[in-house]
């Protein structure tokens, strides 16, 4: 079958490794399904994992991807859980040590077709498009249980939203003003801070800049970059949760003096359960609020829209079709 994968792993030229080709179909696991990619959309973790962060030598070739939307073997319209976790696990998925995620240890989505626990299959709303509906297991899942499992905001909060342009972040957005928050975000460019206005921020700040006011909460994907802003943009008490470190993880103050002195609370966030991808499909379909596709393009250009998560250069995500 047609696939988008990882031939070999370079830390500092991650595209080297991409192969666009053929490979065989996945195998079916006991238990598990087959689901016939309509589309799937590029997560940051598509990079990662050629730059060999999560994915190791001995796995390759692996076909990448962790988002699809597609047709279940009896032809009904899906979404796929992309969290994987041991057979034997009850409870939160996230939260099994011995969890992957879909293009870690068992083939990914950009390919004709992906093999999934029966599990991890989520009715797709008639009301989302296919593209849309690929948007939402990595990045939307995340913001969403950052939100509303994780971070503790109530309606009329305020919360922070770091870096605007990302998956995450615009996800973070939508959802926010949705469910009543006060929303402030910051970017580094202007044109991605206009246009995180029209997809619901309240107020828009540049990267560092001192907000109008404290907030409840911080939505912090960007890492090292905007880690002291965060800390000091919270009011005592407060939440920052933290679900990635694209600028890296090691910050040059880790702020803990302030953290203990002001009683503020650093929430790690991974994923989410299948049942908050279930929570979040019904959120959009009752809402009609929808994922912001940047561009949507052939998975055969998958290069193209890759380069583009690498350098930066997206507002919302980007949709691989086939
Ligand atoms: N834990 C999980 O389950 C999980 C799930 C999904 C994603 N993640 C992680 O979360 C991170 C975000 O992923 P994503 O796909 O949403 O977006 P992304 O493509 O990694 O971009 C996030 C945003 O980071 C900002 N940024 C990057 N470098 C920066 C710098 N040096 N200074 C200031 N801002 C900078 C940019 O914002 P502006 O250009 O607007 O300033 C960019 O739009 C990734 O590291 C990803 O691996 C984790």
Known sequence: MFAVYAGQLNPDDPLAGLVV?????????DGWTTVTVKAASINHHDVWSLRGVGLRAE?????????????????????????????????DETLDPKRSLLSERHPGTFAERVAVPRRNIVPKPAGLSFGEAACLPTAWLTAYRMLFTQSGLKQGDTVLVQGAGGGVAT????????????????SREEDKRDKAMRIGAHEVFESGARLS??????????GAATWSHSVKSMRPGG??????????????????????FQQMRVHGSTMGTRDELHALAQFLDITGVRPLIDREIAMSDAAEGLAA??????????????
Not at 21 to 29: H, I, N, S, T, W
């Open 239 to 260: 939440t920052i949760v933290i679900a990635g470190a694209t600028s890296g993880d090691a910050p040059k103050a880790a702020e803990l003096t302030r953290i203990f």
């Open 171 to 186: 996800a973070a957005i939508s959802l926010a003003r949705a469910a009543g928050f006060r929303v402030f975000a910051t």
């Open 59 to 91: 796995s390759l070739p692996m076909i990448l991807g962790c988002d699809a939307a597609g047709l279940d073997e009896d032809g009904n319209e899906v979404l796929v859980h992309a969290v994987i976790s041991d057979p034997a696990w009850r409870g």
């Open 213 to 222: 006011s404290k907030v409840d909460a911080v939505i912090e994907t960007v």
């Open 309 to 322: 998560v690498i350098d930066g250069s997206v507002f919302g995500k980007i949709v691989l079709t086939l």
């Open 21 to 29: 080709g053929e490979r065989p179909d996945p195998d079916v696991l």
